[in-house]
């Protein structure tokens, strides 16, 4: 039954996972009855130790696998009931991984799309803070980059891949945040593309570092695959016997790793 049900266009949307579990392998659920709602707008963090299933929450999301036992639903749809290109369109995910092809920057960026005019992308690439790198590029847009994205350092390939994300304008956005030191000059332009990126849109950030935690409104400690603990950040943070209030103290970088 793929692929029956469009999903809204335009606008944040709203995400649901209901009593979901699910195992790559048979018999060693990675998550087990997971459910939370997030509301059209709201920025969920997402913490907990590697391997508590942060990863999988965000795989299930943008459907690379269906749930074993319950539902994932974006805008109210059941996932499988949607096109997968309705999917796509929907929901993007950064990751820290990225993926730059031997190709036109223009291409790197539509993902081969023709939709997309060269104003508009010119237009992102300069409120990301990319117009100095993008003016002195031999060809514009026609400048082919390194496969690997070799060349360009970390902090440029993670703008690239906001780029992709804002020429797409999803309505969740799902972040799996870069835990690499950046330099302090980088970090700033990379910390106002996810300012801007989050504005108006429903996200999920897999968080590393403090100052991310700071800007969601909800947060959820996974553990083991289950939700150990969740609610608003601000009352979390409020609540001196929380685990959140606790990470708050003893250091995220050093609990979550």
Same mark, same amino acid.
């Given at each position: 039954?793929?692929?029956?049900?469009?999903?809204?266009?335009?606008?944040?949307?709203?995400?649901?996972?209901? @009593?979901?579990?699910?195992?790559?392998?048979?018999?060693?659920?990675?998550?087990?009855?997971?459910?939370?709602? !997030?509301?059209?707008?709201?920025?969920?963090?997402?913490?907990?130790?590697?391997?508590?299933?942060?990863?999988?929450?965000?795989?299930?999301?943008?459907?690379?696998?269906?749930?074993?036992?319950?539902?994932?639903?974006?805008?109210?749809?059941?996932?499988?009931?949607?096109?997968?290109?309705?999917?796509?369109?929907?929901?993007?995910?950064?990751?820290?991984?990225?993926?730059?092809?031997?190709?036109?920057?223009?291409?790197?960026?539509?993902?081969?799309?023709?939709?997309?005019?060269?104003?508009?992308? *010119?237009?992102?690439?300069?409120?990301?803070? !990319?117009?100095?790198?993008?003016? *002195?590029?031999? $060809?514009?847009? @026609?400048?082919?980059?390194?496969?690997?994205?070799?060349?360009?350092?970390?902090?440029?390939?993670?703008?690239?891949?906001?780029?992709?994300?804002? !020429?797409?304008?999803?309505?969740?956005?799902?972040?799996? $945040?870069?835990?690499?030191?950046?330099?302090?000059?980088?970090?700033?332009?990379?910390?106002?593309?996810?300012?801007?990126?989050?504005?108006?849109?429903?996200?999920?950030?897999?968080?590393?570092?403090?100052?991310?935690?700071?800007?969601?409104?909800?947060?959820?400690?996974? /553990?083991?695959?289950?939700? *150990?603990?969740?609610?608003?950040?601000?009352?979390? *943070?409020? /609540?001196?016997?929380?685990?959140?209030? $606790? !990470?708050?103290?003893?250091?995220?970088?050093?609990?979550?790793?």
């Amino acid at each position: 039954h793929d692929g029956v049900r469009d999903l809204p266009t335009g606008g944040a949307a709203g995400v649901e996972f209901d @009593d979901v579990t699910f195992a790559y392998a048979p018999g060693e659920p990675v998550l087990r009855d997971v459910s939370f709602r !997030l509301a059209p707008g709201r920025t969920l963090g997402l913490l907990g130790r590697t391997g508590s299933g942060k990863t999988t929450v965000t795989r299930l999301l943008f459907r690379l696998y269906d749930p074993d036992v319950g539902r994932v639903t974006v805008d109210g749809v059941d996932l499988p009931d949607a096109r997968a290109s309705d999917i796509r369109r929907r929901v993007a995910m950064v990751t820290q991984e990225v993926h730059l092809f031997r190709a036109s920057l223009r291409d790197n960026l539509s993902l081969f799309s023709r939709e997309v005019d060269d104003d508009t992308i *010119a237009r992102v690439l300069c409120d990301l803070g !990319l117009e100095s790198w993008y003016r *002195a590029l031999p $060809e514009g847009l @026609d400048s082919v980059l390194e496969s690997k994205g070799v060349g360009l350092s970390a902090g440029q390939q993670q703008l690239l891949a906001f780029a992709r994300v804002f !020429l797409r304008d999803p309505g969740v956005v799902i972040l799996d $945040e870069p835990s690499s030191r950046l330099d302090p000059a980088t970090e700033q332009h990379v910390e106002a593309a996810v300012e801007r990126l989050l504005r108006g849109r429903t996200a999920i950030i897999i968080a590393h570092r403090l100052a991310t935690v700071r800007r969601v409104d909800d947060v959820i400690i996974l /553990d083991d695959g289950r939700i *150990a603990e969740a609610g608003p950040r601000a009352a979390l *943070a409020a /609540d001196a016997a929380s685990r959140f209030s $606790e !990470l708050l103290r003893t250091g995220m970088e050093d609990e979550l790793s």
